[in-house]
Nanobody
Framework: QVQLVESGGGLVQPGGSLRVSCLAS????????MGWYRQAPGKQRELVAA???????NYADSVKGRFTISRDNAKNAVYLQMNSLKPEDTAVYYC????????????????WGQGTQVTVSS
């Protein structure tokens, strides 16, 4: 099995910064894309940023220029640096990884973390 564990959420004032991390572990053969999604109360889960195994990135328009996604392939980790945070960034942030497991290396399965709360408020 594969587990994704997020960390680094919390409460921050508007204009502040926060970095969330996600570490994947388990029977991993390889990981293709990794990404961060968020879900605010009463809203659908949305893509925030994603990064391929080769480092190509894409971002939601609402976070471009403020958030930076990165990954460490050796650690099976993905990070999201969030700067100039706004109250509308408040949400539960989820990590997702498209994994090829050791048992089924030819099959790609999406795994999710449990989420970490980010609250932007004064």
């Amino acid at each position: 099995q594969v587990q994704l564990v997020e960390s680094g959420g919390g409460l921050v004032q508007p204009g502040g910064s926060l970095r969330v991390s996600c570490l994947a572990s388990g029977s991993i053969f390889s990981i293709n894309a990794m990404g961060w999604y968020r879900q605010a109360p009463g809203k659908q889960r949305e893509l925030v940023a994603a990064i391929t195994s080769s480092g190509s990135t894409n971002y939601a328009d609402s976070v471009k220029g403020r958030f930076t996604i990165s990954r460490d392939n050796a650690k099976n980790a993905v990070y999201l640096q969030m700067n100039s945070l706004k109250p509308e960034d408040t949400a539960v942030y989820y990590c997702k990884a498209d994994v090829h497991t050791s048992r089924w290396p030819g099959r790609e399965v999406g795994y999710w973390g449990q989420g970490t709360q980010v609250t932007v408020s004064s």
